[in-house]
């Protein structure tokens, strides 16, 4: 399989715990996106890699949250001393720069769980 | 915030077109407009996108106004496997795709 592909797909964590997840893209594509999603809503947009470069952050993404790229490949996103208003979906998408910017393939998404 | 308005869900039978509207009237030049589907459980899907001409790839064709102020997307012959949420989306080329609650099509038989 050559999409993009989350780990976990499933994690449930209590309160105050520290949380990873990672995204491997799609080889050929420089960008790499992070969305959340929560129930009932559409993506909401963390943050986005161009390579290993961190090129926006969303005012969303709390101090709590980290992401790195450090290879320009694969990607990690952490959030440390979770929430349970950080129950969500946590998406990872790739994509070309240019032209194909916009179009964006998604993995299946990590499910978090706070309890 | 997202750009655009859409109905927040719609039927259509086994067989027949989807036809799925989109009003983006502070639409500006620049900007191009994205259709994205999301079923159930699954990550986001990309469809199609267009500027100011109509587009038609393998899964849809989107008509988008002279004054590009709306757009609907077309599934020709949906089947249950297109029962999901449709977004839509406007987008400028150096910006990030900003999500909607969509449209929620279900597909019957």
């Known amino acids: 399989d050559t999409g993009v592909s989350q780990d976990p797909r499933h994690k449930i964590t209590k309160r105050g715990q520290n949380v990873t997840f990672r995204c491997d893209p799609i080889s050929e594509h420089n960008r790499l996106y992070w969305y959340r999603q929560t129930l009932g809503q559409g993506p909401e947009f963390l943050t986005y890699f161009q390579n290993e470069a961190q090129l926006e952050k969303s005012r969303l993404l709390s101090d709590r949250f980290s992401a790195e790229r450090p290879k320009g490949s694969f990607s990690t996103l952490e959030i440390q001393r979770t929430e349970q208003g950080d129950s969500a979906m946590y998406l990872c998408?790739?994509?070309?720069?240019?032209?194909?910017?916009?179009?964006?393939?998604f993995g299946e998404g990590s499910r978090l769980t706070v309890l | 915030d997202a750009k655009t308005t859409q109905p927040p869900s719609m039927d259509c039978a086994e067989g027949r077109a989807a036809n799925l509207p989109c009003n983006h009237s502070?639409?500006?030049?620049?900007?191009?407009v994205y259709w994205y589907r999301q079923i159930h459980s699954q990550g986001p899907q990309y469809i199609i996108h267009g500027l100011k001409n109509n587009e038609t790839n393998e899964m849809a064709s989107l008509i988008i106004t002279e004054d590009r102020k709306s757009s609907t997307l077309i599934l020709p012959h949906a089947t249950l496997r297109d029962t999901a949420v449709y977004y839509c989306?406007?987008?400028?080329?150096?910006?990030?795709?900003?999500f909607g609650k969509g449209t929620m099509l279900l597909v019957s038989p």
């Open positions: 989306i406007v987008k400028e080329g150096y910006s990030t795709l900003t």
């Open positions: 502070t639409i500006s030049g620049n900007e191009y």
């Open positions: 998408a790739s994509s070309f720069s240019g032209t194909n910017a916009g179009e964006l393939f």
